[in-house]
Each structure stands twice: as structure tokens, then as C-alpha cells.
């Protein structure tokens, strides 16, 4: 007569990972780590774009904003943050919204790059502004720019709003979240 001895190895670990699993300190940290990796690859899609500014001060802006044991907030508070991601119109806010009441859009390669306030500030090497003119709409149009030797110069174009924006994808997409929240927790678990 033969017989099999079975022992329970299965039961003793599921036991373990429910008591990790309800220990918030473990799911705190879990989450926070989670948190790290989700920012840290939206910092990466950002910085991607290059550009001068607007990329890297959205990337400078990602952050884990709030993390408890059940849950983790990674976001960016970056004002053209989400209008990057799903892409929109852009409108000017106002002057009772605390902003311009135009937005000024580049139509010169010397206003590459400037707002409109920061190409005519004073600097030491040009006190009346960076190109030490005086900064004035085009009567009867929406141009903004300088006079030199009785020519007007555009620099910007003067809008209420823009067109449509097209999206410009940068945060992590959903499946790479969920493969690092399940790499978290399998490291957590033992995995």
C-alpha cells in the first residue's frame, strides 16, 4: 500500500500577502514608490519635446501631490499642462481675470521665443527694452511691433483666442501606470 503526503505551502504565503496587503504603511509605501515611477516618466515625456521654456517648466511642474495608504495623486499644476495633453482652444484672460486681454503670437523670428513684456523690458545692454523700441499696435490692425527709420516692424499678431490646438501627448499612458503599480506590488509581495 502506497500513499502521498500533501503539505499546504500555498496557504501560509496568502496568509503573509494578506497582511502585507492590509498594512498601510506597506501600501503607503507601495504607493509611493508607484507615485515616484509614474512621475518620473512623465518628467522623461516632457523633457522629450525640447523647446526653450513651456516643456521644461511643465516637467519641473509634475509632482506627487498627495499620497495616503489607499491612494497616490501624481499631477502637474503647470498652466498648459492639460491643454498640451488633450490639446483646446487658448484664450486670453482678461483684464478682470488678472491676464492680458490678448495673447500675442510670433509673427517675426526676433519675437521667437519672447512674450511680447519680456521683449520690450529694459536690459543693461538696452535700458528702453531688448531692442530698445518702444513697443505699439499698427493703427486700424491687430500687429504689434516697433517703428525704425519711419518702417513699422511686426512682432506679434494680437488674438483673442486661438484655433483648436492639436494634442500633444506627453503623460505616462494608462497601461504603463498599471504595469508599474503591478511591479510595485509584486515587489512588495515578493514576487
Known sequence: ???????????????RWALLIQSPGTRQGMLMRW???????????ARSHGGRHLWRDIARSVNVKAINSDNVEVGSDHVAAAQKQFGGVIEAKGKGAGGSDYLTIPVAEEAEGKSASKFALPTAAHPNGSGSHALFVFPNSNLLGYA????????????????????????????????????????????
Do not use: S
Open 1 to 15: 500500500m502506497a500513499f502521498a503526503t500533501f503539505q499546504d505551502t500555498y496557504t501560509p504565503k496568502v496568509r
Open 35 to 45: 507615485g515616484a515611477t509614474v512621475r518620473k516618466k512623465a518628467i522623461e515625456n
Open 148 to 191: 525704425e527709420d519711419g518702417v513699422f516692424h511686426p512682432l506679434f499678431c494680437l488674438v483673442k483666442r486661438t484655433k483648436r490646438q492639436r494634442a500633444v501627448p506627453w503623460w505616462p499612458d494608462p497601461e504603463f501606470i498599471e504595469a508599474r503599480g503591478v511591479e510595485q506590488a509584486k515587489a512588495v509581495l515578493g514576487f
